[in-house]
């Protein structure tokens, strides 16, 4: 298969070395009885079909895929026999129970890509061994065997491991806090694998693979993900404990066609192994991370990833709703979720002694809830919570760090095993991070415009204008000389209404009722002006606003651009050094292919000449042997026979029998 240099959609990038090969096998073989020759094409099975399926048509014809030798992966009883013969070879031996642990490793081991299969069986013996020696060389000498009798620790050191389940358990999530739900869910998925184990049942397809972990940051997502990396392994499920972490930008590309193998990618290194899609509510933006999460519901039920894998998609509750809204195989492939509240105060503070409990901290009075410091505390924390900003055990985590600083400036006696932080100085320290928070949120921007309403022309059923609302209440005696001039009002129609809500001049503006006394109509005019400077201020700061945005949003444009720029250049002289590369490694192969012919050459050439040599040292020795040439003399090779070197006697090669 690495005759094909493209992908399976058939962007083949053209090497014509490697075509030529192909080229020449499709001349040179014709697939028909009689032929002098044998040609085996070996290679992994879908990658050679993809080759088939893009290369010289005659290819498949002279060479039936069809009709292809498949070699399978071995079976359980067929691994099993694989490692009896090899420790008998080796005149090792096992106990029962050993054997049950060495085929549970290699089960585990399936799970990875490229399982090597009787190679793996090898290398299980060979560290089994070295197991073995460690076991014995710990032991007197006197009790030391002489025989190489594995036991199960030998093949597996933690191979008890799904025993001490719950208890490891326990100890797994022993630094985390709020985790009793997520705890009880996965003791009782140990429990159905125990049971199922029990009685010879496979337990694969009765636990879930996949989840949706829903929640705000700083909840212990990505913690309860690593967990569960050790969770899973215990159980059998995965080969590794290990947690592949990716992001949406890991899965999605940047053109047609790029996003499904880069989609196919992350997963086959995640395989045997968790993978954690953190923010992948990103995968619900845009055509490429659509398709991202179309290929990922179509892979998940592949056999390759199959029961193989477990994939976690994490992120903030509204978000994963509605990127499982985008498609509808999400929800099924997903069927599991945990949703991760907000941590309360009281959580915090647990959370936050343990933290401090690792490094040999204390906060006298913290750990009593009847204490003043605990209720000081929890109300500290109570109004952080209340910020939007609030990152929950992020942020207990930089607490605990600036009170471990703050403690470590001090001067520190030597001898003494724990610290102690006192009480005012974790109130002090808790208050100035609350207040730097708040401060931030203060300061955040407001990404949306708020366009302040103006004030509504006078109507009416208003005959006042709008600022008439906002004078300060008339006098005694205003009200007074107010009451004595009341007229009845005017049933006239009024105007209509203006359109232009501009604040109008000082020419336009309306007469002065009777009765409004000098001060008030001087504190009107003020007021006025003042609305009328505020407006204006308004307006320009909103149109100062408005163009700034635009200038942001011109940038941005021209950061992508310029992004994408880079990556098409990247993406060119990528190809650019995979094409020189492969061109110098054909010219060694070539070089080294016809040095090897020569070498060859020369050793048949040598081999004629000792057959040569060997003929005639044992043609002689027979002529020695026969007498024919009562003088001795040597006897020279002529055309058909030998001829004495005093050219008397002869023997041709059918009396010599050569």
């Not at 027979?622 to 030998?642: H, P, S, T």
């Amino acid at each position: 298969y690495m005759l094909y240099t493209g992908n399976d959609g058939g962007g083949n990038r053209s090497d014509s070395f490697k075509t030529g090969v192909i080229d020449t096998i499709v001349a040179e073989v014709q697939s028909v009885p009689g032929e002098d020759r044998c040609v085996l094409l070996l290679g992994y099975r879908d990658k050679m079909e993809t080759m088939f399926r893009n290369v010289n048509p005659g290819l498949s014809r002279r060479f039936r895929i069809e009709d292809a030798f498949q070699f399978d992966d071995f079976s359980e009883p067929e691994l099993r026999a694989i490692l009896e013969s090899k420790m008998k070879q080796q005149d090792v031996d096992a106990t029962d129970d050993a054997m049950i642990v060495a085929m549970e490793v290699l089960n585990r081991s399936k799970i990875r890509p490229h399982f090597g299969n009787a190679g793996e069986v090898e290398n299980l013996l060979g560290s089994a061994k070295d197991r073995f020696q460690k076991r014995q060389n710990a032991k007197p000498v006197a009790e030391r065997s002489f025989d190489f009798l594995f036991e199960p620790h030998d093949f597996d050191p933690d191979f008890d491991r799904v025993k001490h389940a719950n208890d490891n358990l326990k100890v797994l999530f022993g630094d985390t806090v709020g985790c009793t739900e997520i705890i009880a869910k996965l003791a009782g998925y140990q429990q159905i694998v125990q049971g199922m184990k029990a009685r010879d049942i496979d337990p694969r397809g009765q636990i879930p693979m996949n989840f949706l972990f829903k929640g705000p940051p700083g909840t212990g997502k990505t913690t309860t993900a690593r967990k569960m990396g050790q969770v899973y392994y215990d159980m059998g499920f995965l080969s590794s404990a290990e947690v592949f972490e990716c992001s949406a930008t890991d899965l999605v590309g940047q053109y047609v066609g790029h996003t499904g193998p880069k989609t196919v990618a992350q997963l086959e290194k995640a395989l045997g192994k968790i993978l954690f899609i953190d923010e992948a509510y990103r995968l619900s933006e845009g055509h490429f991370a659509t398709e991202a999460v179309n290929e990922l519901v179509d892979q998940l039920t592949k056999p390759q990833y199959l029961n193989k894998i477990v994939v976690i998609l994490a992120g903030y509750d509204k978000d994963i709703n509605k990127l499982i809204s985008t498609n509808p195989g999400l929800s099924s492939r997903f069927p599991e979720e945990i949703i991760f509240q907000n941590m309360s105060p009281e959580l915090c503070i647990e959370l936050l002694t343990k933290k401090l409990g690792q490094k040999h901290i204390v906060i006298p009075t913290l750990d009593d809830i009847r204490s003043s410091t605990y209720r000081s505390m929890c109300d500290l924390l109570k109004q952080l919570a209340a910020l939007p900003s609030f990152g929950n055990g992020r942020e207990v985590e930089t607490l605990a760090k600036t009170m471990l600083g703050f403690i470590y400036r001090q001067p520190v006696s030597g001898g003494t095993s724990t610290l102690t932080l006192a009480e005012e100085d974790a109130l002090r320290l808790t208050k100035e991070m609350l207040h730097e928070r708040q401060d931030r949120s203060a300061n955040m921007p407001n990404t949306s415009i708020e366009i302040l309403p103006r004030a509504k022309p006078a109507t009416a059923a208003d005959p006042r204008p709008p600022w008439a609302s906002a004078a300060p209440p008339p006098t005694a005696k205003d009200e007074n000389t107010k009451e004595a001039t009341t007229e009845k009002p005017s049933t006239d129609p009024q105007p209509p209404a203006p359109t232009d809500q501009t604040p109008s001049s000082e020419d336009d503006d309306p007469p002065r009722d009777a009765g409004v006394s000098d001060e008030t109509w001087a504190q009107l005019q003020r007021d006025k002006q003042t609305q009328e400077a505020q407006q204006r201020q308004e307006t320009a700061d909103l149109a100062a606003q408005e163009k700034a945005l635009a200038e942001a949003k011109a940038l941005e444009a021209e950061r992508q651009t310029a992004l994408e720029e880079l990556a098409k250049q990247q993406q060119a002289k990528d190809d650019a050094e995979r094409a020189e590369l492969k061109r110098r490694h054909e010219e060694a192969r070539l070089a080294e292919h016809r040095a090897r012919m020569e070498k060859e050459r020369v050793l048949a050439e040598l081999e004629k000449v000792r057959i040569r040599q060997e003929r005639e040292i044992k043609a002689q020795r027979k002529l020695r042997e026969m007498g024919v040439c009562v003088a001795g003399f040597r006897w020279i090779k002529q055309a058909r026979g030998y001829r004495c070197a005093g050219g008397s006697h002869f023997v041709s090669d059918q009396q010599l029998g050569i």
